[in-house]
């Protein structure tokens, strides 16, 4: 059954061309192979703007290609005021995206709909997916692993909710899950 109104997650990171698009893609890839893509739009964006309109990093998509995923498609964007609406969840990867994020919030509703990425990750012993723009392909691969551990464990959550017919957005998801 094809549900009429997906749910819509973006991600979020600094300038959306490396840990985001990687986020993105991963989150795609689980909902197409458990067969729920037509219930899921995966997106992702940057706090920032200095990337708009550009390729992800190629050691992002060089990084997910050697891992099975394509992150040829990807383009930069930035994160608005808009987003808050137009998606039920809004995945930071870092605290600081999360600070940033609640302060764009106009509502306790948008704010509300900001979670870190690694809270569903309970091994993880950091609350950051470290940013791996100015380091080599090693950390690439390494911020992935993080990054298919902690969405996994996201979309562990939500894919019961996926399987029936949509309720209301989560709201007020703040402590490593959602209600």
């Not at 808050?84 to 509703?109: G, P």
């Not at 380091?135 to 979309?155: C, K, N, P, R």
């Not at 939500?158 to 989560?170: H, M, V």
Request: with cysteine.
């Amino acid at each position: 059954m094809t549900s009429p109104d997906p749910f819509r997650v973006i991600f979020v990171c600094t300038g959306n061309i490396c840990r985001s698009p990687m986020a993105e893609v991963v989150f795609r890839e689980l909902a197409k192979q458990r067969g729920l893509d037509s219930h899921i739009v995966s997106r992702s964006a940057g706090t920032g703007d200095w990337h708009l309109g550009e390729r992800a990093d190629h050691r992002t998509i060089d990084s997910l290609s050697r891992h099975g995923y394509d992150g040829s498609a990807h383009r930069a964007r930035q994160f608005t005021a808009a987003n808050f609406a137009e998606n039920d969840l809004v995945v930071a990867l870092d605290r600081t995206h999360e600070r940033i994020l609640r302060e764009w919030a106009h509502d306790e509703d948008n704010e509300g709909k900001v979670i870190l990425l690694l809270t569903f990750d309970p091994e993880a012993s950091t609350h950051d997916v470290p940013d791996p723009y100015y380091a080599g392909e090693d950390m690439f691969d390494s911020v992935l692993g993080m990054i298919e551990t902690a969405t996994q464990g996201l979309f562990n959550q939500l894919e019961p909710a996926l399987r029936f017919p949509r309720t209301p957005p989560i709201s007020g998801a703040r402590s490593g899950g959602l209600p």
